[in-house]
């Protein structure tokens, strides 16, 4: 009996459990895996970090969403929470738009009376450190797969600090870990 062929795969590129799936890798190899982020393991592994995939398609949609992150991190539910990466890959294709669209969300955050309980952390394919060469290995620390915006709970950031023995230490040493592995190996990875 003759098989039947299989249905073509149809997969969205805004498929929220891929792009989900592809943030989990980055997070894994990357931030865990080259130790970018010394606080990273420790939620992961407690299950402390959400990942919400943004399909908003305007930037009054994503500032909705992330004050509905907020509210949800802030209510009795979310307390279990250290954090949340919204991941909105549909917006801020380019870095830019995206670093003035952090303005907002900045201001978002304060009118919505959770400064000091919640900051913001970024990350974007095409991150870049104010006046550094755009292709310097030192701006992979802040690269990801997709446009991220990073809720933090400031009480579990300022105990992970805490705990670190040198927290003010951690960007110089990400930027000689990723110059040791070299721009030809940190791509490899990226592309795994």
């Avoid at 400031?154 to 040493?173: C, K, V």
């Avoid at 930027?175 to 592309?191: K, S, V, Y």
């Amino acid at each position: 009996m003759p098989r039947e062929a299989a249905p073509p795969k149809t997969q969205s590129l805004m498929d929220p459990e891929r792009i989900r799936a592809q943030t989990l890798h980055w997070i894994d190899t990357i931030v865990i895996g080259l130790d970018l982020c010394p606080f990273a393991r420790h939620s992961i592994e407690a299950a402390r970090l959400r990942i919400e995939v943004s399909v908003a398609n305007n930037v009054e949609e994503l500032i909705e969403s992330f004050v509905d992150e907020l509210r949800y991190l802030d209510s009795a539910d979310g307390a279990a929470f250290d954090s949340t990466l919204i991941v909105h890959p549909a917006l801020f294709q380019g870095f830019l738009d995206f670093n003035d669209f952090l303005t907002t969300a900045e201001a978002r955050l304060e009118a919505e009376g959770f400064e000091g309980k919640f900051q913001l952390a970024s990350f974007h394919p095409g991150y870049r450190f104010e006046g550094v060469d755009p292709e310097a290995i030192g701006n992979f620390t802040n690269r990801s797969p997709y446009p991220m915006l990073h809720i933090l709970r400031e009480s579990s950031l300022t105990q992970a600090i805490d705990s670190h023995p040198n927290p003010e230490s951690i960007p110089t040493t990400n930027i000689a870990r990723l110059e040791a592995l070299g721009m030809t190996a940190l791509r490899r990875l990226l592309e795994s």
